[in-house]
């Protein structure tokens, strides 16, 4: 969750009253915010025009978490619009784009070869003309940008944010891919012209920059915005120049958004372009800019920002329902407009709502009644006692994993618990093999994090392995859940519930595993016939020849297997001493 701080002065001055600490809780509070703390801070001193004075000063200032999926909540000016309309001080805001039909304002993408650009391949745009700026503005501004980076850019993998004083640059603009050693420029708060593995070199010891080099790092070619003059705006997503840095004194501004995942640079680029929009001569009008993406994006052409609204439709019946209030339809319009939202009646008897495009938070229905109940109050809605009595249970799956813990403990069993996520050589157990029903992360940080299990052998063999200087025998057993890939499942893959036992020491053999599972069908009820829950022999690579078995269940579905494991699988986890062992599903034991 972000956490932003604002100057309490200049919050209280734009609310038009001196709250208290507990007062700006509470009103933070029935918002659906919460004032983390309020601490004192040094500061730049601003003076009756908001532009620094070359001293600091100690000033109170607010630590307000914002939900992570209100963007729009980042910055003074957002926070400051969305309270305001929920004190009834101010009406919704209308943000509006306008197409200039300037040719200048256009970005358009050029690759040398197709697939060029694939480094970072989409790019959005918007101006915002005749700005009226202060340091404490671009202050906020540079803060909005490094909030949203930190959360909805994903620490810039998923968009990087360039802003630009337009009146250093000229029209139309490109977004190419250059090898590094040809991109040179002088960078943001640099004097000194470099080539961009000088950057790099420099940057790699820069506490704020560092962590964004390995985003580009690797690749041939690094993506760069130039204008029809050829200076290099920025190089995303890194850093920008130095020539078309934001000032007080800047008049025009020039917004790109650059990364992999185009629908979160358009929610960037109009969040942004609209929060600041309010320092426009025309109040909260931007300019449109024109991206064409030629053979990169089917030839697209798209214009950007994008303010239309979005339109959920609801009605007073299944919001009382929801909430457990009886509101009309009058109530509900004020509760509402109070959250920023138009609302139209239906001839049909229900709402048309119309969320204002920067509530990107807003995707349905559930939503749209959550601000009819921040607006209306949650304090205020009375607490009832449920009309139906129920009385929870345990599910059938969870008593016996319990039981089984203490059939297992009975024994002189330790329970381990292992991690969930190994690397796929371990989850395999055999050398070179890898399993077919494996979950794989995308991007894993370590070796050890590459894959989810499949199996729980793999992590007791891997704590035996750590644990070989601990007296023999060695006994441990594991219930937990493996997941394996399904495609018939919503997410495609699904958890199944296991138990799985290992006995490590020189006598370790094929009956030893067989009577702890005797054992567990002993505890379970379950007795075995040819033709019900059966053993049979196997041939299963994990274990030796000739000393294992499956257990089946009544329709011949395999709910196990038992016996001494393979000395293949014991090299792979550095275990000398032989070791048997079991791992059976306890759904089928149902």
């Known amino acids: ?56 000063i100690d000033v109170d200032i607010y ?77 906020n501004l540079i803060d909005l940008q490094e909030k949203l980076h930190q959360n909805l850019c994903r620490r810039r993998t998923l968009v990087a ?27 943001l708060n640099d004097t000194e012209c470099m080539t961009a593995p000088e950057m790099f070199a420099k940057f790699s010891i820069d506490s704020h920059l560092k962590e964004y080099l390995p985003i580009l790092e690797g690749e041939e070619y690094y993506p760069v915005i130039y204008d029809s003059n050829r200076i290099i705006c920025s190089l995303p997503p890194i850093i920008n120049g130095d020539h078309s840095k934001i000032t007080a004194k800047t008049k025009n501004i020039f917004i790109e958004c650059t990364g992999t995942d185009l629908e979160k640079c358009q929610t960037t680029v109009k969040t942004i372009a609209a929060l600041f929009s309010e320092y426009c001569e025309q109040k909260n009008v931007t300019e449109m800019v024109y991206i064409d993406y030629n053979e990169t994006l089917d030839k697209k052409i798209l214009k950007t920002p994008d303010y239309t609204d979005l339109i959920v439709e609801t009605s007073s019946k299944v919001i009382n329902k929801r909430l457990g209030v009886n509101l009309n339809d009058d109530d509900i319009i004020k509760m509402l407009s109070k959250m920023g939202h138009t609302v139209t009646k239906n001839n049909g008897g229900g709402l ?40 929870g249970l345990p599910l059938n799956i969870n008593s016996i994993t319990e039981r089984l813990r203490i059939v297992m403990t009975n024994m002189g069993y330790t329970e381990a618990l292992t991690f969930a996520l ?24 370590t070796k050890d994090c590459q894959a989810v299990r499949t199996n729980l052998l793999c992590g007791l063999l891997k704590t035996l392995s750590y644990n070989k200087i601990v007296p023999m025998p060695i006994k441990l057993f594991e219930i937990q859940d493996v997941v394996v890939k399904d495609e018939n499942a919503e997410t495609g893959a699904r958890n199944i519930r296991r138990i ?43 274990f030796f020849p000739d000393r294992c078995c499956q257990l089946l269940a009544p329709n011949g579905s395999v709910i196990g297997n038992i016996g001494c494991l393979h000395p293949l699988v014991l090299k792979q986890f550095s275990l000398g001493v032989p070791v048997c062992g079991f791992e059976l599903t306890l759904e089928a034991l149902l």
């Open 161 to 187: 944010i360039g802003t630009h004083d337009m009146d250093t640059l000229v029209g139309p603009f490109t977004y190419e891919f250059k090898k590094p050693e040809d991109i040179k420029f002088i960078p």
């Open 352 to 391: 048309k709502v119309s969320a204002v495009a920067t509530r990107t938070d807003v995707l349905a229905e559930c939503d749209i009644i959550e601000d009819v109940g921040i607006g209306y109050g949650y304090d205020n809605i009375i607490k009832t006692n449920p009309k139906d009595l129920t009385y």
């Open 500 to 542: 799985a036992g290992v006995y490590c020491n020189t006598t370790a053999g094929f009956e030893v595993a067989r009577g702890i599972v005797d054992q567990i069908l002993i505890s379970l009820n379950i007795t075995t016939s040819p033709n019900g829950f059966r053993f049979i022999p196997n041939d299963n690579e994990v």
């Open 63 to 139: 630590k307000i978490d914002i939900p992570a999926n209100r963007y729009d909540l980042l910055c003074h000016e957002g926070l400051v619009t969305a309270l305001k309309m929920f004190l009834e001080q101010s009406d919704r805001v209308n943000y509006k784009v306008i197409d200039t039909k300037n040719d200048k304002y256009k970005i358009t993408v050029k690759e040398d070869f197709k697939g060029q650009s694939k480094v970072r391949p989409f790019v959005v745009g918007a101006v915002l003309k005749n700005v009226t700026l202060n340091d404490f503005i671009v202050k």
């Open 422 to 445: 190994m690397s796929k050589e371990d989850v395999s157990l055999i050398p070179g093999i890898i399993d077919k029903d494996m979950v794989v992360v995308s991007n894993p940080k």
């Open 1 to 56: 969750m972000p956490t932003i701080s604002l100057r309490k002065e200049y919050l209280d001055g734009a609310l038009g009253k001196v709250y208290e600490n507990d007062e700006m809780s509470d009103l933070l509070d029935r918002f659906g915010l919460e004032l983390d703390e309020m601490v004192i801070e040094a500061v730049d001193e601003l003076d009756e025009n908001l532009m620094k004075t070359g001293k600091t």
